[in-house]
C-alpha cells in the first residue's frame, strides 16, 4: 500500500484563487421583523418587576403614603428621605435612583386618590424606568396581564403514547408503559442504545 501512496504530493498548488462569494445567498434565513421602533426592554422584565414594586409597596404604603405625597410638591431629597423613614427594608429598590420618576409619577394627573390604585398605578408606571417612560409601562403591564388571563387554567396531568410492544399489545400507552405487560417506554429510542 505505501508504494501505491508514494507518487501522489500532498501540497496543493500555490496558484489557485479563491472561489467568489455568491452576491446573493438564495437560502437565507429571514426573521419576522416588527413594525416600529426595536423594543428596548422585554416586556415580561417590566411586568415582573411591576409585580415585585406590588408586593413591596403594598407592605410599606400605609405608612408611606402621607409622607410621600406631602413630600411630592418638593424635591427628590424629601423623597428619599420618606422612603429610607418609612418604607425600610424596600426603600433601596426605589431610591435614590427612582426618585425623580417617582415625583413625577406623583404629579400626573392621573393619579388615584384610593390607596391601593396609588400603589398599582406607582408600581406599574415605574417597573419601565429608566428604559420607557410611565405611560408605556403601564401599558406593558396591561398587556401582560391580559395575555396571563388568556392564558387556561387547565394544566396537562398526563401524557401519554401510541405504543406497540413485543407481546402483541397495540394502542394507548398508560403511564409511560404498556397496558397488558407493563414494560416501559424507554427515555431513549432502542435503535440509540444499542451497542456495536
Request: with cysteine.
Amino acid at each position: 500500500m505505501e508504494t501505491e501512496l508514494q507518487g501522489i504530493s500532498a501540497q496543493m498548488p500555490k496558484n489557485q484563487k479563491p472561489t467568489p462569494q455568491p452576491e446573493k445567498i438564495l437560502d437565507t434565513f429571514s426573521e419576522k421583523r416588527r413594525r416600529g421602533r426595536p423594543p428596548k426592554i422585554s416586556p415580561t422584565v417590566v411586568f415582573g418587576r411591576a409585580e415585585n414594586y406590588r408586593k413591596m409597596l403594598t407592605q410599606v404604603w400605609p405608612q408611606l403614603r402621607d409622607p410621600l405625597l406631602t413630600a411630592s410638591g418638593g424635591t427628590e431629597e424629601e423623597v428619599t428621605k420618606a422612603f429610607e423613614t418609612y418604607a425600610q427594608p424596600y426603600s433601596q429598590s426605589f431610591v435614590p435612583g427612582l426618585a425623580s420618576h417617582i415625583l413625577e409619577v406623583i404629579h400626573e394627573r392621573k393619579f388615584p386618590t384610593r390607596p391601593k390604585p396609588q400603589v398599582h398605578f406607582l408600581a406599574d408606571s415605574l417597573a419601565g424606568r429608566p428604559n420607557v417612560g410611565p405611560r408605556r409601562s403601564r401599558d406593558i403591564c396591561a398587556e401582560e396581564r391580559a395575555k396571563a388571563s388568556a392564558r387556561s387554567p387547565h394544566k396537562i396531568l398526563r401524557k401519554e403514547f401510541y405504543v406497540e410492544c413485543s407481546c402483541g399489545y397495540k394502542g394507548p400507552a398508560r403511564n409511560d408503559a404498556c397496558r397488558k405487560c407493563g414494560a416501559a417506554i424507554p427515555l431513549l429510542p432502542e435503535f440509540l442504545l444499542r451497542v456495536r
